[in-house]
């Protein structure tokens, strides 16, 4: 045997050892690979010489004589792929922000190896516009499946039913909104969101140039946030309230009015805060107040 051939021979039997007889011994791997020498011809192609490797070991040691408990985890565990690999990120991002995402901690959350993540994204920015996709496919989720229980409203309840069912899902997710509103570019994932946010408003009567302004007047609250220009807690974190509070004492001789307001909204609203001043309350009244302002545009 041929050096070159008997490797070729050994690979063979190494793959079919191991997909059909993870828990036979190296010992007995040892035997049945020599009694693989014997049945091999010297004249026969390379090709049949693989297919020999394959019937020998298989009728030595068949598949279905190798209990189920001794196979190992690895053999059994789910393929690696794009979706499982998101939905790791998101787990992560939410125990531990959007900081903790990266290809490296990703990769051993999933127990592979870090190149093994570029077979499915080609690297940081591609998992993080993943991200976006799978936030924004979540949505729609929960937007469908809210309308399909309660059936259908007109045009401003319907709106109001939307953006509040976007926000749950930001809500879970609060690293979210800083992440979407870092992207250069529309996520094409997003369009589908507004698209449909057209199509109602036309259908209730809306000209388009009245559409268009009613767009830039929701800004990303169609996607259950409120985009701020400043914000403290934009990295998705949470706001450090005795933090807070020390600064606007330090500015209250300055600025009495901005500080008194500040405060207020400090001990007024915690726990549904996505941003400095994006609560559930301040949300829902904002909204609320758009909506009636265009339906008396529409009169």
Known sequence: MSRRSGYVLAGAARTVWQHSVPAVSEERWS???RQLRTVRSRRAPLALQRK????TIRRKFPATD?????????????????????????????????????MRRLSATVGVEAMSLYHHLSGKEALLEGLVDTVV???????????????????????????????????????????????T???????????????TMIEGGFSYHLAHRALHTFASMPLGFVQELFSPAATGTSVDTEVAEAELIAMAEMLPHITAMVASEIHTNDGDMLG????????????????DGFARQLG
């Open 185 to 199: 570019s529309v996520p094409p994932s997003i369009f589908g969101i507004y698209e449909a946010l057209l199509a």
């Open 66 to 102: 190798v209990e189920e408990d001794d196979v190992p985890a690895r053999s059994r565990r789910e393929p690696l792929s794009r979706d499982r690999l998101l939905a790791a990120a998101v787990e992560l991002a939410d125990a531990e922000g959007l900081g903790a995402v990266t």
């Open 31 to 33: 035997v049945t690979f």
């Open 276 to 291: 400095w001043c994006d609560s559930q309350p301040e949300f829902e009244f904002t909204l609320d107040l758009i909506l």
């Open 137 to 183: 496919a979540e949505i729609d989720q929960a937007v469908h499946a809210v309308e399909e229980s309660e059936g259908p409203l007109d045009w401003q309840r319907t709106l109001r039913r939307r953006f509040l069912a976007a926000r749950t899902v930001m809500l879970r997710h609060p690293w979210a909104p800083a992440l979407i509103g870092s992207r």
């Open 52 to 55: 020999m490797c394959h019937v």
